[in-house]
């Protein structure tokens, strides 16, 4: 065999190699997109059927939502995300403690929402990795009441072993980032004092959770 | 008519008052902790410097939205039929599509100028003067671009924020956009000195009542479940805002997360973060 010869198979076995790693890469990103579609078909699936029945009562459709918020929803980062720099050096007891009500602030707050609008016709449409292992899920339902399509776009990402929503973005308008502007503005007004947002929480959540 | 209307009387002013809106705008920067009190700036949000009058405004607005706009806009949702109010919409959005190519031309968005410039000439036709949009059900949905936009995609800043009588939520740049768009609104210009100039005014007028009869019970719940719906009202006008001038598709969403993304919260030292007590 000449150099030239040689000098091909090197070649080809170059390219051969960076097939195989390409195909790797997109096989192991086509399985995340597979599993996240799961996930996120098992969430609709869930969300329809509890909250569409004629006659859910208030308490069972908070306690549906407290186990959405254990098996979905990653609540280390989101009390972590909205606290914004005022996590800086928190003590964990404090951190448990606003993690505990903020649970509780959303469960009441997608309460009121989910009483209010209807769920229908809800569908999964493209996911899309970002460059920070983060996925977008777009999906959309229809209000039966409006005849109006609205998007949601859920931001999820492996946490452990399992898909964790990070973010609900409604029509483009991120859940998160609208819950961090607020309590930042309030943990600012009030000179820096988290407990003080900890115990405002909790008075809202009673009225939130006795009216949703 | 037109010739006569868009005169170099009338271009002298435009000049004028795009030249007022850079000097404006040039002057929109956050604001300087040194001319505040020490502890005045570590207990307001640097973003909105006003925040006691804005308040006030806002407290005046939510009157008004109470006295006015929520009886008007609910009698408009209850009397008016589904078919009747999205052709008012679609003819307000119709109405504003030139203002919307000129901002893409200026935005240097040919492509988007050259969707604008289709749709309307689509819905002129097929939509009977922008009643019906059969762009939308041909994949051109409607996209609203304005001067302020324009203005931040050349790269001046937000300035502060601001909450103006009856209007709503703002800030200085896009304030200065819509006073400019309000003037150099094509369909003023040639409706100007005519039976038909009142159709600028009836736009503006009847958009805010639209938007707010089809939001009406989104608009209630965000009130009743929100901390501070003043606070809330702030930060969705700053990301829709945000949205429309970055066009911003999925492929660019990690961007509305900041730097807090960056850190995997998992593992972070929290005691790297800047302390939020100082400014």
New interface residues.
């Given amino acids: 065999m000449t150099l030239r010869h040689k000098n091909i198979c090197r070649y080809f076995h170059a390219i051969l190699v960076f097939c195989a790693l390409m195909v790797l890469v997109i096989r192991g990103a086509s399985a995340s997109e597979t599993e996240i579609r799961a996930f996120a078909q098992d969430l609709s699936k869930n969300l329809v059927t509890n909250f569409n029945k004629p006659a859910i009562k208030t308490i069972e459709r908070q306690q549906v939502l407290r186990d959405y918020l254990q098996r979905y929803i990653d609540l280390?980062?989101v009390a972590?995300?909205v606290l914004?720099?005022?996590?800086?050096?928190?003590p964990e007891e404090k951190m448990t403690a606003f993690r505990t009500v903020l649970a509780e602030n959303i469960v009441?707050?997608y309460a009121?929402?989910l009483k209010?609008?209807p769920i229908a016709n809800f569908t999964i449409g493209?996911i899309?990795e970002?460059?920070?292992q983060?996925w977008?899920v777009?999906s959309q339902f229809r209000d039966p009441q409006?005849?109006?399509a609205i998007g949601l776009?859920w931001?999820v990402r492996k946490?452990g072993s399992d898909w964790r929503i990070r973010?609900l973005?409604i029509e483009?308008?991120?859940m998160?980032?609208?819950q961090?502007?607020?309590?930042?503005?309030?943990?600012?007004?009030?000179?820096?004092n988290v407990e003080k947002l900890i115990s405002?929480?909790r008075q809202?959540n009673s009225k939130?959770l006795a009216?949703s | 008519m037109s010739l006569k209307i868009i005169s170099p009387k009338v271009m002298k002013k435009c000049a004028i008052l795009l030249f007022c809106s850079f000097a404006l705008v040039a002057c929109a920067s956050s604001p300087n902790s040194s001319d505040q009190t020490r502890t005045e700036a570590?207990?307001?949000?640097p973003q909105d410097p006003m925040e006691p009058v804005n308040r006030s405004m806002f407290a005046f607005n939510q009157a008004v939205e109470f006295g006015v706009v929520t009886p008007v806009s609910r009698a408009y949702d209850v009397v008016l039929p589904?078919l009747v109010k999205d052709g008012i919409r679609n003819f307000i959005n119709h109405l504003r599509s030139p203002l919307n190519f000129i901002n893409s031309i200026l935005q240097g968005n040919f492509d988007q100028a050259a969707e604008v410039f289709g749709r309307f000439t689509l819905n002129s036709i097929a939509g009977f003067g922008g009643i019906f949009d059969p762009a939308k059900e041909m994949g051109l949905p409607y996209k609203g671009e304005d001067f302020g936009q324009t203005l931040a995609v050349w790269g001046f800043g937000p300035g502060p924020y601001l909450v103006l009588p009856i209007i709503g939520p703002s800030n200085l740049r896009d304030m200065t956009g819509r006073v400019v768009d309000f003037f150099a609104n094509p369909v003023k210009i040639l409706t100007s000195h005519t039976q038909l100039d009142w159709t600028p005014v009836a736009v503006e007028a009847t958009a805010p009542v639209d938007s707010y009869a089809?939001n009406y019970?989104?608009i209630q719940?965000l009130r009743?479940?929100?901390?501070?719906y003043y606070?809330?009202v702030?930060?969705?006008y700053?990301?829709?805002r945000q949205?429309a001038i970055e066009n911003?598709e999925?492929?660019g969403?990690?961007q509305?997360?900041g730097d807090?993304?960056?850190i995997d919260?998992?593992q972070?030292d929290?005691?790297s973060?800047?302390?939020?007590?100082k400014h």
């Fill in positions: 280390d980062y972590k995300f914004g720099n005022y996590r800086r050096g928190l009441g707050t009121h929402w209010d609008i493209r899309i970002d460059n920070r983060n977008y777009e409006k005849k109006q776009q931001r946490v973010d973005q483009g308008i991120s998160i980032v609208t961090r502007d607020s309590f930042v503005n309030f943990i600012r007004s009030n000179g820096g405002t929480l809202k939130l009216s | 570590r207990y307001s949000d589904n089809r019970d989104k719940t009743s479940t929100s901390l501070d606070n809330t702030k930060s969705l700053n990301q829709r949205g911003r999925f492929s969403r990690q509305m997360y807090d993304d960056e919260m998992d972070e929290i005691s973060l800047p302390d939020p007590s």
